[in-house]
């Protein structure tokens, strides 16, 4: 799919699917990283011995990691992108549920619906997108979002 769309054929895209991302493995020193950039130093993701007591087997990536990655996993998805984009904005969450945990070393990928398209103002366009991330060999998916991106044109 050519993923370069004019903003008159955006509602061609709306319900359906956008774009898919190559899996993408979640490290411990990203979890550290991550604990170390928020103060959330919760056992369960970064002390590997007293996580591994606990049913989850393992340290677990926070949550709001895994959300935190909508950026960079979007960049990754080959989505739609508007013609003569010259920025673009996040603009925010309607709705986030934290389904299943996504353990160290495991391997993420997301999926990008686009919900709806809408020119809220000349040349900005507000985009909205479910995203589910899924989980590598995991029946149900890490998180589901309704994730709101403003896209400004020339």
């Known amino acids: 799919m050519n ?23 979640i490290k411990q020193e ?47 998805s080959g989505a739609i992108k508007l013609e003569n984009s010259i920025m ?21 990928r997301a999926r990008f619906e686009l919900v709806s398209a809408e020119e809220k103002k000349p040349k900005h366009y507000l985009l909205k997108h479910n995203v589910t991330v899924e989980i590598q060999g995991e029946t149900k998916p890490a998180l589901i979002a309704e994730w709101l991106g403003m896209t400004v044109v020339d």
């Open 3 to 25: 993923n370069l769309v004019n903003q008159d054929q955006l509602s061609n895209y709306v319900g359906k699917e956008v774009g898919l991302t190559d899996w993408f493995e």
């Open 30 to 76: 990203r979890i550290n990283n991550f604990a170390e950039a928020t103060e959330d130093f919760q056992y369960i993701h970064v002390d590997e011995e007293r996580a591994a007591q606990t049913p989850f087997g393992e340290t677990i990536a926070h949550g709001f990691l895994t959300l935190s990655l909508l950026s960079k996993l979007s960049s990754m």
């Open 88 to 108: 673009g904005i996040n603009y925010g969450l309607d709705k986030v549920r934290f389904i299943n945990p996504v353990k160290v070393n495991s391997k993420i």
